[in-house]
């Protein structure tokens, strides 16, 4: 296992995203944050120049994971194997033709597919694993500055998709970008009723989320997740000045009144995962985001009652993550990746952290 840590220079004010500003780091080292330490089962290797975001594990029908990321600098997918890590490859490369990118950010694998998302493309692109041939996209009439997806089944061949759309009115002085006013926040999140035949895709705008209050707006959305099985939405708010949390929204689009971990991120509300058993138990995943050793809070899924908190050994300064909950060769019992740095992804054996915070197994509560 590489344990390549970089320091990261930061962004430079015109290529700053919405969440970055000039401020100091966050670091979870003398943050006095409880938590247990969960050590990497192994570190893809490190490319800085690629400026890593997100992570998805596509699972072929030979049972070889392919853990793919999006690499905002570069305009492509880092591929790598799943299990150990190691370089498979990338995927496409800068541009606006099908199979191009333009600054991916969002990605989501189910079934045969991966939609990513790109944010100067304004679209959200499909593509068909192994191959990674491009079948179509879909948003591009709509989506002003998109970044984070979630999606499910929701007929064979057919899904509902929510993308998040962090259009801002404009940069102050200091590049920084200006937040619209409540009133114009209400497109937060764009739905998307999705259907993808042999070779094409069909797409229609199926509405918009966003609520407008002062309590339930999404002022800078990234990463969202659903479960449609408790009626529940989260999404992160990454504002620090109005106090980051995850914001918990019905499927359909309303905010409950709730937030998950107000005044526990003392950082920044980043990736969301959910691990769920059949009766309904289990755990949410969200990331603090510090720069030095990222913290993942796991919460119960049915109460959001906070269970605990992990870090990792190196990894850092984490946005995607992906938590697969099937069985691979190397992970039996699933696994959870986090992007380290923007250079690569950290994988975490699920045994560990399951073992780490006491976790009862699906069947067990």
Known sequence: MSLLVACASGPVAGDREPDQT????????????PHVVVAEAFLTPMTPADNVDSPALSVGADGRPLLLATAKASGRLMKYDGDTGATA???GREGKAAGEFDRPNGIFA???LVFVVERDNRR????????????GSFGQAELQQ????????????RYEVLVSDAYMSG??????????????????????????????VQARLAGNVGDTGAAGAIRIPESVWGDPAHDRLLVAEEDASIGTAVRVYDIAGSYLGRDVGRGVFKAQAEGIALWQCDDGSGYWITTDQFKDRSLFHVWDRRSLAHVGAFAGRVVGNTDGVWLHQGPTPRFPQGVFYAV???????????????AALKLPACGEH
């Open 22 to 33: 000039t401020d100091a780091d966050v670091l979870l080292a003398g943050a006095g944050v």
């Open 89 to 91: 490859g990338v995927v």
């Open 110 to 112: 189910i079934d045969d």
């Open 124 to 135: 959200v692109q499909v593509l068909r694993a192994p191959a990674m041939a491009a079948l």
């Open 146 to 157: 998109p970044y984070g997806i979630w999606l499910h089944r929701t007929a064979p061949g």
């Open 171 to 200: 940069k102050d002085a200091a590049g920084n970008d200006i937040v619209p006013p409540l009133a114009e926040l209400d497109r937060r999140l764009r739905r998307y009723a999705v259907e993808v035949g042999k070779d094409a």
């Open 340 to 354: 380290h740095d923007d250079m690569g992804v950290g994988a975490f054996d699920w045994r560990d952290i399951a």
